[in-house]
C-alpha cells in the first residue's frame, strides 16, 4: 500500500529535493508526496487528499503556522501523525509542537537520512493504529452479533477472541431449555399485528434477559419458541443445575408476563418448559455468510419433545433423569417413565419444585402415592385422590388420578 504524505513548508525549493530524494521509493509506489505552502492550503489539501498518511509541517509560515496546523489537524476526527520541523535550538515551539499532539520532529536545515527514517517510523505508527481500530471494529461488529445469541460476558469474550473458541461446528455435552407459549397460533388469529408485535418483543426481551442472568446460550427463536444451551459454547461445570436454576426463572418471567398482559385484556398462553442433557452437535452452523450458533442431536429432540409432554401432563416444566441427576441437590418430583413421541425406549422425567414446594406436607403426599403407583399397589388410586381432594390445583396429581380411572396401571406412559 502506498503511504501519502503532505509537507507543508514555504521554501521554493523543498519540493524539488524531497521528490529527488524519494524518487525511487515513488517509482516504486512505496511512497507519495503532496505539497502545501501554508497551513491554509495543507487543510485544503487534506480535505482534496483524505487518505493521507501523515504530514510533515514547517513551523514558520505564512497565513497560519504550522502550530496552528497542528492544533487543527489535532482537532479533527481523523487525526494525521504529523512530524514538525522547526530551527535547530528552536525548543520552544518544538516542546509547544510535541505538547500539543505532535508525533515527531526534525530540525533545519532537514537531514534527508533522517527524514527517511522519521518518515519509516511515523508510517509505521500509523499503520499500527488503522490495525489498532480496524481489529476494534471487527471486535465491535462481532460483538454486536454475538450479544444476539450470548450474555453480555460471553459476548465480549468471544468477540475479543475473535469469534474462534467454540465456535467450529464440534460434538460436545450441554443442557438444553426448549421453551413454548401454549395457543400461540390462535393468539396471532385474533390480536392485531402492531399489538402482537408489542407482546411478543416484550415476552422474548424478558425471556432473553432471564436467559443471560444465568449465562445461557439462545441458540434459537423461531416465533415464540426458544431453544437455549447450557455450557456452549465455554465450560459450565455446573451446567444442569444452571438449566434447572432458570428454567425455573423463565417460568417466573412468563407467568408474570402473562398476568400483566392479561389484566390489559390480552389473553397469552402459558409456556412450557423442557430440559434434557446429552451430547450435541454444537457451533455456527451459518456457513461464511452469516452467524447461526445453535445445536443438532438426539439431545436436542428429547428437550423438545419434554416441552410437548407438558401439554398432557399438566406441568409447566418437565426434565429429564439426565438433568435431575446432574444438577446437584435437585429438587423435584418424579412424573414417571414417558414413551415420547417417535420413541421406543421410555425416559424418566421429573417436575422440578421450588424449595418451599419441595419441602411442603403435599409433596410427601404426592412421592407416597407415586410409590404406589409404582409398584402397582392398588391403593395409589385413593391416595391420589386424596391428594387432589387437598390439592385441587396440582395438576400432575390430577393426571394420575385420571389415568388410573381410566384403568392404566404404573408409570409407564405412551405420549402421542
Known sequence: MTATILVVDDEPDLEALVLQKFRKQIRDGVVAFVFARDGIEALQSIADHPLVDMV???????????????QKLQEAED??????????GDMSNI????????????????????????????????????????????????????????????????AADGEAEGMAVHRREVAVIFTDIAGFTSLTEVTEPELLGVVLNEYLSGMTDTVFSHEGTVAKIIGDAIQ????????????????????????????????????????FGVTRIGVHAGPALVGNFGGGRFFDYTAYGDTINIAARLEAANKFLGTRICVSATVAAGAKQFEGRPVGDLVLRGRSEPLRAY??????????????????????????????????????GSHADDMLAGFHLKRLLNGAKGVRMQLE
Open 79 to 88: 487525526k494525521k501523525s504529523t512530524v514538525i520541523v522547526s530551527a535547530y
Open 351 to 388: 417436575e422440578p419444585l421450588r424449595p418451599e414446594s419441595f419441602a411442603g406436607s403435599a409433596m410427601a403426599q404426592y412421592s407416597e402415592a407415586f410409590a404406589k403407583l409404582e409398584s402397582g399397589d392398588a391403593s395409589a388410586m385413593p391416595a391420589f385422590a386424596a391428594l387432589v
Open 228 to 267: 437455549i444451551l447450557f455450557n456452549a459454547p465455554g465450560d459450565q461445570p455446573d451446567y444442569a443445575a444452571r438449566a434447572v436454576a432458570c428454567a425455573h426463572d423463565l417460568d417466573v418471567c412468563a407467568q408474570d408476563f402473562r398476568e400483566r398482559w392479561k389484566a390489559k385484556g390480552v389473553n
Open 56 to 70: 510533515v509541517s514547517d513551523i514558520n509560515m505564512p497565513r497560519m503556522d504550522g502550530l496552528s496546523l497542528l
Open 95 to 158: 516542546r509547544t509542537a510535541m505538547n500539543r499532539g505532535a508525533f515527531d520532529f526534525l530540525t533545519k536545515p532537514i537531514d534527508f537520512g533522517d527524514l527517511e527514517l522519521t518518515i519509516d517510523k511515523t508510517i509505521r505508527h500509523v499503520e499500527m493504529m488503522r490495525d489498532a481500530r480496524r481489529r476494534q471494529a471487527e471486535a465491535e461488529r462481532a460483538h454486536a452479533s454475538l450479544s444476539r445469541y450470548f450474555s453480555p460476558q460471553i459476548a465480549s469474550r468471544l
